[in-house]
């Protein structure tokens, strides 16, 4: 009995993050959002980089 090898292709989404590749299966993306303006908050901890407006809410953005 003989079995076939079936190829099948894989959708991914590639990121780059702290200089290493990673890809994350195109189902398991909800959507991609370009980059937008961050606004600095004085006095915050070193990990937190400010607030971004996503459709009209107040986002925090951190640096891991």
């Given at each position: ?20 590749a ?8 909800q ?20 607030v ?13």
């Amino acid at each position: 009995m003989q079995t076939a090898a079936v190829a099948s292709e894989e959708q991914v989404v590639v990121l780059e993050l702290a200089g290493e590749a990673y890809g994350v299966e195109i189902g398991r993306v909800q959507e991609i959002i370009r980059m937008q303006p961050i606004t600095r908050v004085p006095n915050g901890p070193a990990f937190f980089e400010g607030v971004t407006n996503l459709r009209g809410r107040v986002i925090p953005v951190l640096d891991l």
